[in-house]
């Protein structure tokens, strides 16, 4: 089994958003949530550079780790998913992810955040493969149709890579390679402890 | 775009002047990206504003609005005094360059950072990174031709890759990136109110050949106009169409006011002037707009009569060949059924041509199928019949989807199928493909390439200017295309020069006999690009000759204002120590129409308009942006209209990020009330506002005019509605990069 990693390659980002409305449309994602989103540094400045983030399916998930209810599950791929069902709406996920992955429908002092939302690498749910009920809570699960995530496959300049980690690692080294010059594998240290050289 | 984005994987040094694709072709950027990665090519961006695509550069030049021609001409001053041109390529291929050396010599280091602001070694980095990394591209956008000197910086900015020997050459390329889907096609086919389809002018001689084409009598095609010489006359540009609303009857060089407007898939907001462009729509008697929104043009003017929306689908609900960027013809099929009522445009101005009594002439070769829409293969076939000038008569709709079927044949950077039954064509078969499709040209991927034979899509510079001027020859002296039997420049083929040549024997009877139809009695002055049975181009081409010729492409060009490009301050500057040294164009008339220039920037209005005002682009929204502002994805990504100001200005007018501001225009006592985003894209004494928006007047809400429903999500104040006069003199492309106006905390 592939273990699937995000790469996002921040000398071909351009900051298009393609990747953020890709996974919008595909799963229709509400209005105030994003699954993904961009991150600029220095802005409208030299050294200017842009990163598409999302839930990047830590190896040991802290997010899992700090669950009350055990609502995290971790497929044969390596994705992190979660069920809805289980899910209190506490957010202590939020505090634990070091990428903001988690998102809430509802943000208030008091009482539920309503169920956590977050990249499901299009990999869907706990619920039965492709059905509507899965579909309803979690979107597409296109992994299981043997298709990769939109965002990337959507992404303008091929900066932002899903699939097997070993093949985006290696896609990723010929580039820098290339260059003669890398700015690093965006978050992978801390995504992915292990085989993180990229 | 004599190359295209694949090409550009071949560029050893790649410039962007007056673009931002980061935001407005975000694909075109993989391959400029990988191109920069690949060859370690220096990307080297020109522009006042630090975009997106700014960001990736190697090397971000800041210019002033409105200095392109100063800039190109400082580059060259470099390139002249170290002897970086190509000089043997200058000999072989280049009309004029001596005139434009007399012009660069005024640009020295002082006076370009005196006039454009780039520092000398600057220029100086930049011209030797461009002259020292062949082939380079060079790549523009609007920021370069929406200026009142749109055309003249159009021109320098081809000059230097002429003079640098980048054009005709893998890598290299003069490359415009057009925008929406079809806009290419667009502009060949006509839109461009100075000629018929596919530049043959507005002559009896080009009329003549597209009645012929359309198969009506060119007498019945006269008698639809006026006078014969408003068939040759040119048009009203869309920048435009209120002038010849407004203007008093005896400026107008037609018999009347302008009384009725369609909107054809023209937002209305993506040009300046819009207070008077809103009177102008007040005043028709009747307005149309033909749109799958109803835009701002339905939105703006306050009338209550004679207003009709008429829905047109969009490309995925309709099918038919798209021209893209590179020339490239793609066939699209209809991916959904047209929602709602929608229609596609070519059943509407079928409808329409019946309402008006000339549907049969009109679609007189073009079957009719079932629901009244005109067959689009037919219409396909058409375009191949008569637009032989430009080559885009071999792309028949049998060979298209032949190629949208073999796609993955096609080698990603050279356009060349490799294997296949397409094997040896060109993706999308870009134009020139010349001939009949019977003669399987495989089209162009570079323009004026002589490395390649014709008939493999090989050329050379046109001779459409004649063969000498004042003694001087400006056809080509000793380049040719491979393999062709005239070893010099020539002159464009006609059936009379083929009898010279002793070729005309290799016509076939069919192909004579057309010829001489055409012809009358004078056979031997037909030409290449009239004669509809391709006989001269086929013959030509089997002895490796350019049908169109062969000559010097122009560095000075005759016949238009200004021949060497000179710089002119725009027609509002706050630099008015330069006014007099360069003046605007003197006012004169055009298309129908009086021109103004210097006579507006006599006028000193930096007083009170003391900031220059430059718009463009946004990624999230399209053109007038109606359609992607009622897209939910988009809408939610960017919210509000704003005005990017220098954090050193909004300091001194005490404006805080995110605040409200009143930007205020020079003329009509225009304004827009939007949000400040304090940011260093923009330099000091500069503001940029994207254009996309609309559905805002001067601070007041327009929601409520919208048809029920069919509101954007997203409304805002339009850029235009604070822009102001310009028009370049040959085409009459409006000023929307280089205004002034007056920003105020509101
Ligand atoms: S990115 Fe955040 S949400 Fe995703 S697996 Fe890691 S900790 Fe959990
Ligand atoms: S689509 Fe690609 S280039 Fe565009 S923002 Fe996303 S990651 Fe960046």
């Given amino acids: ?30 209005w105030g949530i994003n699954r993904r989103r961009v991150v600029t540094l220095n802005d409208g400045q030299k050294g200017e550079r842009s990163i598409s983030m999302a839930c990047m399916h830590c190896e040991d998930a802290p997010c899992m780790a700090v669950c009350p209810v055990d609502c995290f599950y971790k497929t044969d791929d390596g994705v992190v998913l979660h069920s809805k069902d289980l899910c209190i709406g506490c957010g202590y996920c939020f505090y634990a992810c070091p990428f903001g992955a988690p998102q809430y429908p509802q943000v208030g002092n008091f ?28 979107g597409a699960n296109r992994l299981a149709e043997g298709k990769l995530p939109l965002c990337a496959e959507m992404c303008s300049t091929k900066a932002l890579l899903a699939g097997d980690g070993d093949v985006i690692a290696d896609i990723y080294k010929q580039r820098v390679a290339r260059r003669g010059y890398g700015s690093g594998a965006w978050g992978w240290a801390t995504a992915y402890k292990t085989g993180s050289s990229a | 775009m004599t190359n295209s984005y694949n090409d550009i994987h071949n560029s050893k040094a790649i410039m962007i002047m007056g673009g931002n694709p980061a935001e407005a072709h975000p694909v075109s950027m993989q391959h400029v990206l990988r191109g920069k990665e690949q060859n370690k090519a220096p990307l080297i961006v ?50 004029g360059m001596d005139e434009i050396r007399a012009e660069v010599k005024k640009w020295n280091p002082q006076e370009v950072e005196r006039v454009v602001g780039v520092p000398g070694e600057q220029m100086k980095r930049v011209a030797e990174l461009m002259a020292k990394n062949r082939p380079g591209t060079l790549i523009w956008c609007m920021g370069v031709t929406q200026h009142s000197m749109g055309t003249a910086n159009v021109r320098a900015l081809s000059v230097f890759q002429l003079a640098l020997g980048n054009i005709g050459v893998e890598g290299g390329g003069a490359n415009i990136f057009r925008g929406h889907c079809n806009v290419q096609g667009c502009t060949d086919l006509g839109l461009d109110v100075t000629t018929l389809p596919a530049y043959y002018g507005l002559t009896e001689g080009a009329w003549r050949h597209w009645s012929r084409v359309w198969d009506v009598d060119y007498a019945w095609m006269q008698s639809r106009f006026e006078s014969k010489k408003m068939m040759e006359t040119k048009g009203i540009p869309s920048t435009r169409w209120f002038d010849a609303v407004l203007v008093d009857k005896k400026d107008l060089e037609q018999n009347d006011n302008v009384k009725a407007m369609f909107f054809w898939g023209h937002g209305g907001n993506t040009v300046p002037r819009m207070p008077e462009m809103r009177t102008g729509m007040e005043k028709v008697e009747l307005l149309v707009v033909v749109d799958p929104h109803p835009t701002t043009a339905a939105a703006l003017p306050d009338r209550k009569d004679g207003t009709y929306l008429l829905p047109a689908c969009t490309q995925l609900e309709t099918r038919g060949s798209r021209t893209a960027s590179n020339r490239s013809l793609q066939w699209g099929d209809q991916i959904v059924k047209p929602v709602f009522e929608s229609k596609p445009d070519h059943w509407i101005l079928y409808k329409l041509a019946k309402k008006l009594g000339f549907e049969k002439e009109m679609f007189k070769n073009i079957k009719i199928d079932e629901g009244d829409e ?49 094997k040896g064509e060109f993706y999308g078969l870009p134009w020139p493909c010349w001939g009949t499709p019977e003669m399987k040209h495989p089209g162009t991927h570079v323009l004026y390439n002589t490395h390649l034979p014709v008939k493999d899509g090989g050329g050379a510079f046109r001779a459409r200017f004649g063969v000498e001027r004042n003694g001087v020859s400006l056809l080509a002296d000793g380049s040719y295309p491979k393999d062709s039997e005239i070893k010099d420049g020539h002159p464009e083929f006609t059936y009379g020069l083929l009898k010279k040549m002793g070729w005309d024997k290799e016509l076939t009877d069919a192909e004579r006999a057309t010829i001489e139809r055409i012809g009358g009695n004078n056979p031997d002055g037909v030409g290449w690009a009239i004669d509809l049975s391709c006989g001269i181009i086929r013959v030509t081409m089997a002895h490796g000759v350019q049908a169109m010729g062969n000559a010097k492409a122009r560095a000075v060009a005759f016949g238009l204002p200004d021949p060497v490009p000179v710089h002119r301050e725009p027609i509002y500057t706050p630099r008015r120590d330069l006014v007099e040294k360069y003046p605007a164009m003197a006012d004169r008339r055009d298309y129908r129409l009086p021109h103004l220039g210097k006579s507006i920037q006599d006028k000193d209005f930096s007083k009170d308009f003391p900031m220059i005002l430059t718009t463009g682009r946004l990624v999230e929204y399209e053109g007038g942006g109606e359609e992607t502002r009622s897209n939910k994805w988009l809408a939610e990504l960017q919210q509000s209209m704003f005005v990017e100001i220098n954090p050193a200005d909004a300091s001194r007018l005490g404006i805080k990020d995110g605040q409200d501001v009143w930007v205020h225009g020079p003329e009509n006592k225009a304004k827009a009330r939007v949000k400040a985003l304090v940011t260093q894209r923009v330099g000091q004494g500069v503001v940029f506002m994207p254009f996309h928006f609309s559905g805002f007047w001067q601070g007041v809400d327009q929601r409520a005019k919208y048809p029920p429903g069919a509101d954007p999500i997203v409304l805002g104040e339009s850029a235009n509605g604070v822009t102001s006069y310009g028009y370049d003199p040959v085409t009459h492309m409006h000023e929307n990069k280089a205004t002034l106006c007056r920003v105020e905390a509101a």
């Avoid at chain 2, 409105?66 to 001409?73: N, R």
């Fill in chain 1, 1 to 30: 089994m592939a273990r699937m990693k995000f790469l996002c390659d921040s000398e071909r980002c351009v900051e298009c958003n393609a990747c953020v409305t890709a996974c919008k449309n595909e799963h229709e994602v509400p």
């Fill in chain 1, 111 to 138: 009482g539920s955040r309503g169920k956590m939302d977050k990249c499901t690498f299009c990999a869907g749910g706990p619920e039965a493969d492709n059905t509507k009920e899965e579909y309803a809570k979690y």
């Fill in chain 2, 46 to 95: 020109v522009d006042p504003r630090f975009t997106r695509t700014a960001a990736h550069a190697t090397e971000y030049v800041r210019i002033r609005p409105g200095t392109d021609i100063p800039f190109m001409w400082g580059l060259l001053w470099h390139i002249f005094e170290n002897g970086w041109e190509d000089k043997e390529y200058i000999r072989q291929r280049v009309y």
């Fill in chain 2, 374 to 422: 005109p067959n689009v293969e037919d219409i396909l076939r058409e375009i191949n019949r008569g637009t032989i000038s430009i080559g885009y008569s071999g792309q028949s709709p049998e060979r298209l989807k032949e190629h949208m079927k073999h796609q993955a044949d096609f080698d990603i950077v050279s356009l060349r199928a490799t294997k296949g039954p397409l």
